[in-house]
Structure formats: C-alpha cells, structure tokens
C-alpha cells in the first residue's frame, strides 16, 4: 500500500466523519433509514446490469419510496457499507449532474459464486 500523507489522512477523517454525521441525522429524522436505503441499494444493484452511479440509484430510490434525507451525503454512508459488505463493486466512472459534471464513481453488484 502507498505511503498516506498526512493531509491525505486528514481528508480521509473529514470524509468519515462528514459520512456519520449524515447518517446519523438521517437516523434521527427516520429511525432505521440506513438499513431501508441499503435495501433500496442491493436491489437497484441486483437490476442493473450495466454499470450506475450513486446519483442514479438515489434518484431511483427516491422516486420508488425512500425518504430522501436532508443531506444526501447519508449516503455516501450507506454506499461504503455495501462495498465493506461486498454487495457492490466500484467499476469506473462518469461524470454526475449532482457534481457539475465532475467524475464519480460507477458501481455494479458483486456477483457471487
């Protein structure tokens, strides 16, 4: 593994921390929120067999019922625990309207055998 700057360890503990903070709240407005949008994730995922974006699963997830959070970054939250799960692969990326057009990461299910 590479060598971490101290920055880079920084950002890394903004980022982490931003992530819970979000997911909290959202836990807060909603009890049990987490859990429903991982949900909501694992099937967009075991649908979709082109590569997506987070911007497109929440945007789906929205619009088939998920409460949408006041913070959409609850869900950067949600995202990494299907990764750490290994329901998801981050495969590439595209560029996002939420982000003015800036890159992030596209995802598929993790195929299991």
Known sequence: ?????????DAEMRRDAGMRSSSDHAERMQQGWADHALRYL??????????????????W????????????????????????????TRVGYDRTNSSNRSFKPQYIETKRT
């Open 42 to 59: 694992a099937l967009f995922a075991a649908f979709n067999s082109e590569p997506w974006t987070a911007e497109e699963m929440r945007q």
């Open 1 to 9: 593994m590479a060598h971490r700057t101290e920055n880079e360890l």
């Open 61 to 88: 997830a929205h619009d088939t019922g998920l409460r949408k959070p006041d913070d959409l970054r609850a869900w950067g939250g949600v995202v990494a625990r299907a990764i750490n799960a290994g329901t998801i």
